[in-house]
C-alpha cells in the first residue's frame, strides 16, 4: 500500500547525493516522498526536479545552540502536524536527535534513524563533557525511533554496549550505497601512463580526516623523489571545529606541496584520473570516497580505524596504515605507485567487493524492509 514517506537529513546535498536512488524507488513504488533539511540551494531544485517537494529548515549546523536548535525541533514539529507523513527517516546528528522526537510527538506513526558517522564529538577532538552530553541525547532520541540504522560494526556496537540503544532497535546497512553503474570506471580514459601519477584525496578539508598527515605523506614522497602529484577535492566546512585553518592551506599551495582542486558536484573524472585514492581518517561512518573509488576500480590507502577498515580489504583492495601514521601513509602510497600489476589487481578486486557487499540497492532493499515491517 502506498504511503506518504518523509526523508530528513542536514541538508539538500547529503539527500541528493546519498539518497536520490532511495527516493527513484519509492516513487517507483508509488509512494510519495517528501524531503526537508538546511541550505536547499541547486540540490533542492534538483529534488523537486524528480517531482519530490524540499522544505527549507532553519537547521544550525555549527554546534549546539539552544535557541536555534528550539527553532529547528519546532520547525520539524509543525512539518510533521502539516504534512502527516506515515514514516519519517531520519539522518545524520540533529535531524535523528530532534526529529525523532519532533516526529513522534507530532503523530507519526513510524520513526526510522540512520547513523552516518559520530562525528568529531567522538574522534577526541570534541571534550568529554559534549561526549556526554550528546550520548545523553541520542538515548532519549532513541526512545522516539522504532528503528536504528548505523553504518558499520563498531558504531552499533558502541551504542548497544554503553546503553544507549536496546539490541533489538539497531541495525546495520551496509554504508550508504554506492551506485555502481553510476560510478564505473569503464566510462572515462585511464590515468596516462607517461604522465605523473595523481594520489587524490576525497574529503573536506577537516584535520579529522587526516588532511596534515596526508600533507606531511606528501612531502615524504616527494623527497624520496616521487614525481606523484598529490590533490586534495573538498570544500572547507566552516562548521566542523576541526576544519583546517586558510593559512596553512595557502602555504600548502604555495609550497607546492599539494594542490587543491576545490569542490565538484561530480568526483568521478577526478577518481578516474587517479593512481591512488587515499582517506587518512581518524573515524567514519562508512567512508563513501574510499567505495566510489573502489568501484571505479582505483586502489585506496586509508587508517585502520572504525569505517575505514570495514570498506577496505588490506592488501586485498588496497592498504590500511595505523592512525596519524604519515611515513606508513607514504610508504603505502609509494607501495602501490612502485607496483601497478598489484595495484590493477586491486582496483579490480575493489569493484567486486563493492558490487557485492555495498551495492545501492544492498542498502535500499534493507532500508525498504524495515519500512514494511
Known amino acids: ?47 523537486r526536479a ?31 502536524r502539516k504534512y502527516k507523513p506515515e514514516i519519517v527517516h531520519l539522518f545524520t546528528i540533529k535531524p535523528v536527535i530532534y526529529g525523532s522526537i519532533a516526529a513522534r510527538l507530532a503523530g507519526v506513526p513510524k520513526v526510522i534513524s540512520t547513523i552516518t558517522g559520530l562525528g568529531y564529538v567522538f574522534t577526541g577532538s570534541g571534550s568529554s563533557v559534549l561526549q556526554t552530553l550528546v550520548e545523553f541525547m541520542y538515548r532519549v532520541a532513541f526512545v522516539f525511533s522504532d528503528y536504528v540504522f548505523f553504518l558499520n ?31 564505473d570506471s569503464g566510462l572515462y580514459p585511464d590515468p596516462d601512463p607517461n604522465a605523473a601519477p595523481v594520489v587524490l584525496m576525497v574529503a573536506r578539508l577537516l584535520r579529522d580526516k587526516g588532511v596534515y598527515e596526508f600533507v606531511e605523506a606528501a612531502r615524504i614522497a616527494k623527497k624520496a623523489g616521487s614525481p606523484a602529484n598529490f590533490c586534495l577535492l573538498g570544500g572547507r566546512d566552516e562548521r566542523n571545529p576541526t576544519v583546517v585553518n586558510t593559512r596553512d592551506l595557502e602555504e600548502w599551495i604555495e609550497e607546492g606541496v599539494v594542490t587543491w582542486l576545490g569542490e565538484t558536484e561530480d568526483v568521478r573524472t577526478f577518481i578516474a584520473s587517479a593512481s ?6 581518524y573515524r567514519e561512518g562508512a567512508p563513501r570516497s574510499l567505495m566510489e573509488a573502489s568501484a571505479m576500480t582505483r586502489p585506496v590507502v586509508a587508517t585502520d580505524v572504525v569505517g575505514c577498515r570495514d570498506v577496505v580489504k588490506d592488501g586485498v583492495t588496497g592498504l590500511l596504515v595505523p592512525l596519524k601514521d604519515s611515513p606508513a601513509l607514504a610508504e603505502a602510497i609509494l607501495y602501490i605507485l612502485n607496483n ?30 524495515i519500512y514494511d515491517e
Open 1 to 47: 500500500m502506498a504511503k506518504r514517506i518523509a526523508l530528513v537529513s542536514r541538508c539538500a546535498w547529503t539527500l541528493y547525493n546519498f539518497r536520490a536512488g532511495l527516493m527513484r524507488t519509492l516513487q517507483k513504488q508509488g509512494h510519495e516522498v517528501l524531503c526537508a533539511g538546511a541550505r536547499g540551494g541547486g540540490f533542492a531544485a534538483k529534488i
Open 50 to 80: 524528480m517531482g519530490i517537494p524540499f522544505s527549507n529548515m532553519p537547521l544550525d549546523m555549527k554546534g549546539i545552540n539552544p535557541v536555534s536548535d528550539i527553532k529547528f525541533f519546532w520547525a520539524m514539529f509543525l512539518w510533521n
Open 153 to 183: 560494526t563498531s558504531d552499533l556496537d558502541f551504542f548497544v554496549s554503553r546503553g544507549i540503544i536496546k539490541p533489538e532497535k539497531a541495525g546495520l546497512l551496509p554504508g550508504e550505497g554506492v551506485d555502481c553503474a553510476h560510478f
Open 276 to 281: 591512488v585514492v587515499v582517506l587518512p581518517s
Open 340 to 369: 601497478p600489476e598489484q595495484a590493477r589487481e586491486m582496483g579490480h578486486q575493489g569493484r567486486t567487493f563493492i558490487l557485492t557487499e555495498y551495492s545501492e540497492q544492498i542498502v535500499i532493499d534493507s532500508i525498504l524492509k
